[in-house]
């Protein structure tokens, strides 16, 4: 098993910065890959980024792609998210997710999720 936390949410203004964390614990593998998706009421959970955490890495989603960032700490067993240049449009309910997965945009490819963390940006 896997346990994934998620932290860092909070309310911002548009144009803003957040960093949001997952701190994971458990039977962890380095050929996981990690990844950030989220959700908006009413609407279908979607995929952020992702990283091969061995090999690090990463895939952004378009909407994202160059005001977001992935890193990772193998020392703290964290993972991060820079969310910059913040839109009304990226709030949300932000996850964190873990596996084996062959479909890295997929969130049916992710074994294991953290509870989410709320983030909420105003215009």
């Known amino acids: 098993q896997v346990q994934l936390v998620e932290s860092g949410g909070g309310l911002v203004q548009a144009g803003g910065s957040l960093r949001l964390s997952c701190a994971f614990s458990?039977?962890?593998?380095?050929?996981?890959?990690m990844g950030w998706f989220r959700q908006a009421p009413g609407k279908e959970r979607e995929f952020v980024g992702a990283?091969?955490?061995?090999?690090?890495?990463?895939w952004y989603a378009d909407s994202v792609k160059g005001r977001f960032t992935i890193s990772r700490d193998g020392a703290k067993n964290t993972l991060y998210l820079q969310m910059n240049l913040l839109k009304p449009e990226d709030t949300a309910v932000y996850y964190c997710?873990?596996?084996?997965?062959?479909?890295?945009?997929?969130?049916?490819?992710?074994?294991?999720w953290g509870q989410g963390t709320q983030v909420t940006v105003s215009s």
């Open positions: 997710a873990a596996g084996f997965v062959d479909g890295i945009t997929l969130p049916t490819s992710y074994n294991y």
């Open positions: 458990g039977r962890t593998s380095g050929s996981y890959a």
């Open positions: 990283v091969r955490w061995m090999f690090g890495n990463t």
